[in-house]
Each structure stands twice: as structure tokens, then as C-alpha cells.
């Protein structure tokens, strides 16, 4: 009956789990992150839990629900084999989803049961009178799904481990989370070239908290290498790569490690062990494209590069970034990695292609788009010879008001592109009423008028430039 359905609903979205905690499809790729989470099962057992229950989620978006339950029976074995004392504690998000699911497939008697089964445990460990209960677990557990669904959701995974950790500050895992979390929102405010939180101290009260989480010590080893502190760092991968040799997720920090640090050849040994074993992880194929790439950059340097040797590196960075972006389409930097590689082929129609598809999305996050109008502009400008074409690119990128360090970099182009024309015999008004944009649009105010006054000084009648005066 509707009644029923209704009031079902209503209890359903006061659930804690997957599906309330609003993790939006369209920022992943669903097989890719199906991918991801199996690795880890087969690599780390005790997450099992958690990754099940993500991964009946991923089921259920990808139109498998059959498919869901039978991931949620999984982790129902692995809550009573890991905590058979407080299987109700440990289950409240398996169960959540579960009442989804079955609500889902219009089994609303079966919901019902779950969400009862949810609704009387939490009476039974809460104290307070409405049963809603703040599990520290369930926490951890939302900011575990929130690190897996991408940039987006790395603000809310850092608030969520730190709610687990006010009741229980020492726990390793809850910290081991926190700090993750902490160095990704670095690495991303490092783009948009804002005020970073420095995540050295979570790194290193995580890794003490528990010494054999190698992922943990291997991001510790990236952030000291950040911070130019490398032969420390080293020290921590060293001693990883002696506890779990054999850890894929390891494996690659420990090759980006070295491939920051100039050893490409050690990097490449490294994704190839760990490609061997996980050979469908999207991260160490962009890895290898990487360091192939840089092999060609670095070939193309020498005075007599063998051609050979040149091609061969090409199609090998070709080939993984390609892997890439035909599993995780979503993977925007990606796109432009193999984009540029084309170009260092000199096959420049692909590049093109390539850049135009990225360019025709709509959910491009900014820093995204202002990343890809840098890329496209370096290549107008310099394979292309179209300078204005260029220069709109780079505009395109200034456009968007965050600030980033792609964006900077466009500002840079378009102003010294526009000067060389200005000084040139062909520059004119326009150029000069462009460069008074790109000023403005940097909030320049000063420089920008400056540039109108002279682009109306040398064309009294444009409109368009008494326009822009004024409402500077």
C-alpha cells in the first residue's frame, strides 16, 4: 500500500549508509571504482567490511542489485568472522543498505524488516530517548565512501574521520582516514594555489598509530619529499617496501616517489611489479604513461635522439593513457597527459580530438577546465602557430574566477602573447583592448584601464571598449 511505501521512504532516508549519504555518480566511473574496490579486497582484508558495503552501492548504481545483495552477504560473513561480539554495532550500514536495495527492487516487506532491525539496535546502544546514535564507526565508515567518490568529497572525509576521532582519538584507523584525507585536500589546494593545512603531523601520528599501514608511511614519504626533506622520506619507503613488497596500493606511491625523484627506470620496475598484480588499476597505468612520456622528453634532449628508441617510448605512453581514460573517462588530467603526448608524436589531429571532447562536457569541475584551456592554448600556440586562437583559449581559462595554478599560468601566456603583438607593426586597438580584458578579468583594475584609454585613443568610436571602461 502507498501508506506503507511512504512512511517506508521516511524511514529509509533516516538511515545511515550509502544511499543518504549522497555520493553522486557522475563525479566517478562506476567500473573503474568497482575495479579499485575488488584490488583492495583481494589486497586488504581487513577493510572487507567497508568495502563490501561500498561496493553493493556501486552495484546498485550500475542497475545490479542482485548483484548488491550478494556483496552485503559478504559482509555480513565478515562482521560475524571479525566482530561476532557486536554484530549489531557493526552492521547498522550493511543493514541500511540492505533495506535500500530490497526497497529498490519493490520488496518493501523485506526493506521494512531491515529498517527495523536498523531502527531496534539503535534503541537497543543508544541511551537517548529517539534511538538516532552517533556510531564513531559510521563516521569512519562515510568518510571511507566519501575518499572513494572523488575530489569533491575529500572536505566532507576529513570532517567525518575527525567526528570518529573525538571518541576515539587514538584509534589507528580512524586516524590512518584523517590523515589520507588531509593530504589529499593538500595536493588539491595546492592547485588552486591556496593556504594549505599541513597534513606532516596527521602523516606522522597515523604511521606511529600503526606502523605496518604502508600507504600511510609511503604518503609520509611524499609529503617529507614535498617539503624537501627527501632522504627522510626515502627512509620510510625503504622500510615499506621490506614490510609489504607485495601491496599494490604501496607500489604505487612508492613509484611516484621515485619518479618525483628523477629515477623513472626504478619507477617503471616498480608499476610493472605492481601492474602484474592488479593489472587493471587505472593509477598505475597513468603512472607508467607518465614516466614513458617523461623517458621521450628527456630522449628528445639529447643531440642524436635514436628514432627508434623515441617511437617505441611513444607507444608505450600512448598505449597506458589511452587504458586510461577508455576505463575512467572521468579522469580529466589524463586526457590532456595523452593529449600532449600525441603532440610530442607530432600527431597533432589526435590532440585535437582529444581536447575538443574534454572541452564539449558539462561536469568539468573548474580547475578541470581551467586546466585543459592551458594545455589547448600551449598547443595553438606553439604546434598550431595560431596565436589568437590562443589567446581566446587562455582567456577562456581566466574566465573562471578560482584561482589555480593552471590559471595563473594562463594569464602569463595571454599577456606576453598580446604584448608581442602590441609591439609588433600589425598590433592595434584590439590587441590592446584584449590585453585591458585579461587585466580586468585579474583584477587589475589600474592596468586595465590604462589599456582601454589607449584602445579607445586609438579607436574613438568602439563601444565596446567605453563599456568595458566604465564598468571597471
Known sequence: STISKNS?????????CHFTWSLLEQYVSLDSLEETIADHIRFVTEYNIIDYNILSYVCHLKNSN??????????????????????????LVTWGNYAWIY???????????????????????????????????????????ALRFGTNYFERAKDCF??????????????????????????LAERYCEETSPCLKALKRAVELNPKNTSVMALLALELQRLKRVNEGERYIEEALQITPD?????????????????????????????????KSIFLHHQLGLCYKFKVLKLKRTRYAPQEKVEDLLQLAIFHFKTVIDKKPTFVSAHSDLANTYVLGKRYEEAEEIFQEVLQRNHLSCGEKQDIYLNYG?????HMNSESKAIKCYIE?????????????????????????????????????????????????????ECY??????DPNNEEYRNALSEL
Open 66 to 91: 542482485e548483484e548488491g545483495l550478494r556483496n552485503l552477504k559478504k559482509a555480513e560473513e565478515a562482521v560475524q568472522k571479525l566482530y561476532p561480539g557486536e554484530i549489531a554495532r557493526r552492521s
Open 378 to 382: 600551449n598547443f595553438l600556440c606553439f
Open 162 to 187: 575527525e567526528n570518529a576521532l573525538k571518541s576515539e582519538p587514538d584509534n589507528p584507523d580512524f586516524n590512518a582516514g584523517y590523515a589520507i584525507a588531509m593530504f589529499r585536500l593538500e595536493k
Open 103 to 145: 526497497y529498490h527492487m519493490q520488496r518493501y516487506d523485506e526493506a521494512q524488516t531491515y529498517v527495523s532491525k536498523v531502527e531496534n539496535s539503535c534503541k537497543k546502544l543508544s541511551s537517548t530517548a529517539h534511538g538516532k546514535i552517533q556510531v564513531p564507526e559510521i563516521y569512519a565508515e562515510q568518510g571511507w565512501a
Open 453 to 458: 584609454e589607449k584602445a579607445i585613443a586609438l
Open 8 to 16: 517506508l521512504k521516511t524511514s529509509l532516508l533516516q538511515l545511515e
Open 247 to 279: 601491496f599494490p596500493v604501496f607500489l604505487r606511491y612508492a613509484a611516484n616517489f621515485y619518479r618525483k625523484k628523477g629515477e623513472v627506470n626504478k619507477a617503471v620496475e616498480i608499476l610493472k611489479k605492481a601492474l602484474a598484480l592488479t593489472p
Open 397 to 449: 581559462g581566466l574566465k573562471m574566477e578560482k584561482d589555480s595554478y593552471a590559471r595563473r599560468k594562463c594569464r602569463e601566456a595571454a599577456e606576453m602573447l598580446l604584448k608581442q603583438k602590441i609591439k609588433s607593426p600589425l598590433g592595434d586597438a584590439a590587441d590592446i583592448g584584449t590585453l585591458g580584458l585579461v587585466y580586468s578579468l585579474n583584477g587589475e583594475k589600474q592596468k586595465a584601464i
